[in-house]
């Protein structure tokens, strides 16, 4: 299926045009961010937490070490949402009423499930690894089996999913495109800065390139 | 009050010696982050939807038209959860399981509710301008009569807050520090790239000092 069917849930019903469900390009904006939030309710109650995530195939793996709470709410099998949101610009319009962001963001819906063998555990730890740093898996020391045993991954199918993104410059009313303002965007990007060396690190072991190198996208 | 009294709810459970309750240190973060995730529930599911918000003293303002089903939901005053949080650093280790990211992350909870009078909506606009962009409100045209009216602004108490923060370099098992493996920290920051004017700007409006020089924290 190369297109997610909108549902009550995904449906972009405010500024329709915005919606996306088309896999691929959802695909990628979740290849591109790393940091998911996931929402869930205990006792009515709403938590939304920040964690990391990888996708494989149509499955988002979400790092179940990021808070005891959801790990016990989430390894029922309960119903989340997780939200993964990329800023990619202020959009500067000439009234204040219609700033705006450019931005793509993806909505995921259904229930998790603690993936608890040994060999999808490994995989979802290499995906996790290599989603945030690709090329790093190779270098380090894997996982153990009593690290892998400690560690508690999530896996969400990707079944009900929509995107909301919004591009281009902004969009004014007519009689204010006259006025003397600076109007635009200023595009915003996650980059990387100079590596910082654990202060234990033996000597003469040398930055990567995929780590002097990093770009997200 | 210096600190949030920490509850069942905002007590860091996992990583105790991460959790932040002092208020100056909370809103610190608050100030330089722009973006939330806000956690509600309708019908026992789940939502959680990125939008802008300000704080503006002891009240966190969030961006009522991020959805028309957040607005429905919220406005009749229901329990959300808001998180926001800033990714600072990969941190790379020499063992995959001890991969981590440096970041810092407020949640707040609470009851949301709608600001219905005109001036208290300027004030919340104003504070969301001067949030995303110090210095551009005095540049602007004001919000009109009509455009206060179509705009929800929720109004969130601070009252309920704690912080969760990593930082530093990895943390490796004993044996491990003699692998030779890099490991360190790669520092991650969101970056002004060069504006780009809007398609109908007149000829001769200059970049504002205020976008030139944008830079969050």
Redesign the interface.
Known sequence: MNSFQPTE?TQV??LPKRGVYDRAAIYKILDEAF?C?????VD???????T?YARAEDTLYIHG?????MLRALSGGV?????V?L?D??V??????H?S?N?R?V?V?GTATPVEDAAGKMRA??A??EH??PG??E??????EQ?LK??LVLALPLSEASAKVRVG??VDEDE???????????????????????????AG????DY?RK?KRG
């Not at 070490?65 to 709470?69: C, F, K, L, N, V």
């Not at 003397?180 to 060396?197: I, R, S």
């Not at 072991?205 to 990567?208: E, L, Y």
Request: no cysteine.
């Open positions: 849930r019903k405010r940091l939030h996931v929402g869930f309710v009515g109650q709403p938590y939304v937490i920040p990391g070490s990021a808070a005891s709470r119903a989340v949402s997780v939200t949101t800023v610009g202020l500067l319009a000439r009234s204040a009423f700033h962001m931005y963001s909505m819906f730890l290499h996790f690894t945030v740093m790093r898996w270098e380090v020391r894997g996982p153990s690290e400690a560690t410059p902004p204010d495109y006259a006025l003397p303002v600076w109007a635009g965007v200023l595009p915003l990007q996650l980059t990387a800065q100079e590596p910082v060396a654990d202060p234990r690190l033996p072991v040398a930055v990567p780590v990093y």
